[in-house]
């Protein structure tokens, strides 16, 4: 899946395909994602593609790990499909 977003413009995200280990939490990891990077300035496209990744990145976990943290999330970012189409 993903996030859509409306800002002026329409812009996605996608997510990264992991296995699943843990769903419970992949809400609040997208959401603590999200409001870290709106704290921070970045661009929508930008805070989207990390608030997913951090998401995954949360469901990838064997329960009881460690939340992520920001560098380790960026790094998964990098694995999201580009291609929004």
């Known amino acids: 899946?993903?996030?859509?977003?409306?800002?002026?413009?329409?812009?996605?995200?996608?997510?990264?395909?992991?296995?699943?280990?843990?769903?419970?939490?992949?809400?609040?990891?997208?959401?603590?994602?999200?409001?870290?990077?709106?704290?921070?300035?970045?661009?929508?496209?930008e805070l989207l593609r990390f608030a997913c990744a951090a998401g995954s990145r949360w469901c990838s976990r064997p329960f009881g790990a460690p939340l992520p943290n920001e560098a380790e999330i960026d790094v998964f970012a990098d694995r999201a499909p580009t291609n929004l189409r």
């Open 1 to 45: 899946m993903g996030c859509p977003c409306y800002g002026g413009k329409l812009t996605a995200a996608h997510a990264v395909s992991v296995p699943m280990r843990q769903p419970q939490g992949a809400g609040a990891a997208f959401s603590a994602g999200l409001i870290h990077r709106l704290r921070r300035g970045d661009d929508l496209e």
